[in-house]
């Protein structure tokens, strides 16, 4: 059922209140259901986000300045799945390098989580040579709003609190008792057996750095909350026009073929002789009859008679051709962090974030060396020509396109000197709170987080169900 | 035979195999020439072509 109320919903049936009702929260809830376990998802927002309601998601930047935080995440039923992009695929294996569990831990929730996202669960990859591969995204229309608001509404086991603002929690000797609560401008305390903080990856931090300032007994050894803060670097590296015939010859039967966009990722091979992190090339392939002019119009200028021959390709319907776009990897960095600033309060009387975020100087390297690298094995295999950025070539600057990924912060391992929470997601030093998120991730590879988060929550799921005997 | 008809044979035969190997030699190093890189900026944008694009 769905409530605006807390005074409806009957709280002792339930072992597990959920913080968010985002992609981490619900797919949570939608899990347990499956096994019969009830929960109570708590979501700050309302059916739908408004202005006042994103003000409370208003966040600092002291270093650079990224996408402005209260737009870039919604604060409202289904959380920020009411305006994602939907790119969907698993981490690549070696993203899981760092982290204490690896990609065979999530692989058993890849079904469940493409049913979620209503995607294939098809994520092929193609080899193109000892540094690229060609790999498929799913692209998922999925809003967690309008797919399963009637059906909590009709549910037995989910029974979801609207319009009601986490402000800490409280507890003593490693279990946390109660949540303190806003709802309709009411003060109130929820207690339940467990707690699962599913409000975001910047969220998260701040609740969990709100909770240490008021309950001393608590997190006090958790010296990591905030830390190792990422978000990919989304941008514009340069052009290129290619032959599709070609490149599906060089692949053979390898080839991936669909319409639109092409992907390409670097292999980890790639990474470790260059000393850069991994990154993802998206060749935005529409079918822009514009912008294939323009590119060879440009061609032509530098390369007359290849542009001729490219012209021809356009007219034999063997060409893609268009911006190329990258995903970085961000290099986790202790520095890069949240903090609570307490001389700005929101309307909760809670400190809002300050976010340290220091681009890595590495991004611009792996730019560099990913473009050029590219370029020369669509020159030397004659697939295609590729146009690098002036600045990039130059490693001057790169063109930003926005930070919608936030991840980090909580992020998993094995101890308190190096983390916040364990490899099944329980805060360390705490019995019965656990993180969902993005937050939780140690490193966040090029891949679009949500996927990933997903399976997380699925995992947890099966952990409460099978360890915490629910 | 002459003396001086070998010589010219053997001559013939080494000229030929010269020939030969500074032709595969050129082709091979044409070929390397063809696929040389060659960086040309235009509207900020620097493209990776071949030399003889």
Known sequence: ?470 | MTKSILIRRNFLKNFTKIFIFLSIINILFNKNNKNNLKLIKNKKLIWYLNEND
């Not at chain 1, 590119?295 to 893609?320: H, Q, S, T």
């Open chain 1, 1 to 470: 059922m769905i409530y605006k109320r807390f005074q409806d919903i009957n709280f002792n049936k339930s072992p597990i209140i959920i913080f968010g009702s985002g992609p981490a929260g619900l797919s949570l809830a939608l899990d347990l259901e499956k096994k019969k376990i009830n929960s109570i998802v708590i979501e700050a927002g309302g059916e739908d986000f408004d202005e006042n309601s994103q003000k409370i998601y208003k966040s600092k930047f002291t270093a650079v300045e990224l996408t402005d935080a209260s737009v870039s995440r919604l604060r409202q039923l289904g959380g920020t799945s009411g305006h994602w992009g939907g790119w969907s695929k698993p981490f690549e294996d070696h993203d899981f390098d760092k982290w204490p569990i690896n990609i065979n831990d999530l692989n058993p929730y890849k079904e469940e989580t493409c049913q979620i996202l209503n995607i294939k669960n098809q994520f092929r990859r193609s080899n193109i040579n000892s540094f690229f591969n060609q790999i498929e995204f799913q692209y998922s229309e999925v809003r967690f709003a309008e797919k399963y608001k009637d059906h909590i509404q009709k549910s037995k086991y989910i029974d979801l609190l609207l319009d009601t603002q986490l402000l800490y929690l409280s507890g003593k000797n490693k279990n946390i008792e109660y949540a303190v609560c806003i709802n309709n401008d009411k003060k109130i305390s929820l207690s339940s057996k467990f707690f699962i903080l599913a409000c975001g990856g910047i969220e998260n931090s701040r609740i969990l750095l709100w909770t240490k300032e008021k309950s001393q007994e608590i997190l006090n050894n958790n010296k990591n909350i905030g830390n190792y803060w990422m978000t990919h670097s989304w941008i514009l590296a340069g052009s290129g026009l290619l032959s599709v015939n070609k490149l599906k010859n060089k692949l053979n039967d390898y080839f991936l073929n669909y319409e639109g966009p092409i992907h390409f990722s670097t292999k980890k091979n790639f990474s470790d002789i260059k000393n850069i992190t991994s990154a993802g090339l998206y060749m935005d392939a529409q079918e822009d009859k514009k912008f294939y002019k323009e590119a060879i119009k440009d061609l032509l200028c530098v390369a007359p008679e290849l542009g001729k021959k490219f012209a021809r390709m356009l007219f034999n319907k063997d060409l893609k051709c268009g911006n190329i776009f990258m995903h970085i990897e961000d290099s986790p960095n202790k520095n890069n962090k949240i903090t609570l600033d307490i001389k700005e309060l929101d309307k909760f009387d809670m400190p809002i974030t300050n976010i340290n975020y220091e681009r890595p100087i590495s991004v611009i390297k792996t730019a560099k060396n990913v473009m050029s690298e590219f370029a020369e094995f669509c020159r030397k295999d004659s697939i295609g020509r590729i146009a690098m950025h002036e600045d990039i070539f130059n490693l001057k600057k790169l063109d930003y396109l926005g930070e919608y990924h936030h991840m980090g912060g909580t992020r998993m391992g094995e101890n308190l000197n190096n983390s916040v929470v364990d490899k099944n997601l329980k805060v360390h030093d705490i019995n019965n709170l656990f993180v969902a998120g993005s937050s939780v991730f140690p490193t966040c590879g090029f891949t679009n987080p949500t996927f990933t988060i997903i399976q997380l929550s699925i995992r947890l799921s099966n952990h409460m169900k099978n360890t915490l005997q629910l």
